[in-house]
């Protein structure tokens, strides 16, 4: 019921995002200080496809993406989710999708699916700093701190100039 609840608002956010009218160029400005987000999107999957079609998917998939990131600015993690799922059944290979997925379990208190989530981005892209730092700050949410150590200092290894993932390892400690 929850998508269904925002149907009207979603239609609305949709056609905006798909005209234009929305910048894209938004980042992640309310997310929490303990979290980061990637700026770049997943390639197009290696599926053969013809042109058209893999335009309306990448149109789809990045209106969808953004929808999400709304909804889960103002705080309408389930339904962020659900269209996350969404978005993930249309570009499996869709990195930020399974990340953004797992700041809204964190905040939803579904850790074991958050982390599930980081997991899942991570075997896309090992080598996003701020994957390793969403998953070892839901450890630390989810009070395992061995792993919250162990994920953190991956993050800090790729990325040792970013200050929110010292800040997080000193929590993990």
Known sequence: ????????????????????CVSSSEKE????????VAGSQQADS??????????????LVDSKYKLAIHF???????????VLNELIEI???????YNARG???????RY????????????????????????GYSYILDKNYEHAIEALQQAVQINPEMPRYHKNLGLAY
């Open 72 to 82: 889960r600015r103002i705080q309408k993690h389930r339904v962020a989710v659900e």
């Open 103 to 109: 700041i809204s379990y964190d905040h939803l208190g």
């Open 46 to 59: 290696d599926q053969a496809v013809s042109p058209q079609t893999s335009k309306s998917n990448s149109t």
């Open 1 to 20: 019921m929850g998508f269904y609840k925002y149907r009207g608002l979603t239609f609305i956010l949709l056609a905006l995002f798909l005209c234009g």
């Open 112 to 135: 074991q699916d958050a982390q599930e989530s980081y997991h899942s981005a991570l075997l896309i892209d090992s080598e996003a700093d701020n994957f390793y730092n969403n998953l």
């Open 91 to 97: 570009d499996p290979g869709h990195a930020d999708a």
């Open 29 to 36: 400005d309310n997310v929490p200080m303990s979290y980061s």
